[in-house]
């Protein structure tokens, strides 16, 4: 018993409705462009302890609902999606529903128990603990990241560039004062939250506000491949993203070669999945277990087919998020 849903907000970022859902049927009909409903549905409050105790809304759990990350990249992410919740569902013993959204409506929905797992990166992880007191309990391991479920956020300027990597991040980061740089966003973890993080850490900036006063100019990609564009563009003198966008399908080969790596910070925590907290104890266990088997050759396809991870591994929600929040921490940001 399969679907695949797309979830929505609005332009405010209020949660709207899901759709395209149709519980008779055993695998799922594709809406391609989701309807939008008239007026926003009311998001209402996570029931609390005094009005509807825990375990009695654990005890009426019925179906799994998992919010999958879109791809622009992807082909066909409907199809291999609901491969995963197929199998899921075998696993199981109970439907488990696949929903397609950005994590900003992956948070929203843990925290209006209108989604039970997510796959987030780990600054979304941490506002879902915050929203919805869920935890990660696995991380996504990918061969280009060079510490398998960690990796390193990288200040990235042009081949032929004078800047030079010294001995020390601090000498290095001090050459660009008055430059021109390109950040990924002002949200990105590894194109904005680290590098910042790292700046003020050196001494060279107070906090993320006065970053605009150490560089000539500043910008923003929206997104790795915008913020590496600025630079083979000579709009920027630097960008910051994350290692491994230094190739497809963020630029070509022939771009990559042109880049080269001027500094870098280790440790960015991987994306991982989140588990809201009102699910049974046993049922997550057992959900943690099924999805640990998309590690194990017959079934690992269906894994590497959603995005470029190779394992699942079991982390420490605490210890693996700990990175970002001392970089969220240093930069100065809420």
Known sequence: ???IQWLKLTAGGALISFVGFNAAVSSSSWIGEPAIASEPTAVQSRPTPASSPQLLAQ???????IVFPGRADATDLKTKIEAVATFLTREMGMPVEGVIADETAAV???RANRADVAFLSSRPALKAQQLANAKLYLAEVRPNYSGGHTYRSIFVVPKDSSLKTRASNKQTLE???????????P???SGFIFPVAEMV???????????KDFFQQVTYGNGYSGALQAVLRGQADVATVSEYTLRPPYITEAEAQK????????????????IDDDMPTATRNKLINAMMKLNEPANNKLLK??????????????????????????????
């Open 108 to 110: 929203e929905a843990l």
């Open 201 to 211: 850490k050196q001494g060279l900036v107070p906090n993320r506000d006065r970053v």
């Open 305 to 334: 087919d959603l995005g470029n991870a190779t394992n699942l591994v079991r982390v420490d929600h605490d210890r693996h998020l700990s990175p970002m929040r001392e970089a969220l921490k240093r930069a100065g940001i809420e």
């Open 59 to 65: 005890a009426q759990i019925k179906k799994i609902q």
């Open 259 to 274: 880049l080269r790596i001027l500094a870098f910070m280790a440790n960015v925590p991987a994306h991982g999945v989140a």
């Open 187 to 189: 949200t990105s973890g």
């Open 175 to 185: 050459q660009l004062r008055g430059k021109k740089v390109a950040f990924t966003s």
């Open 1 to 3: 018993m399969v679907s």
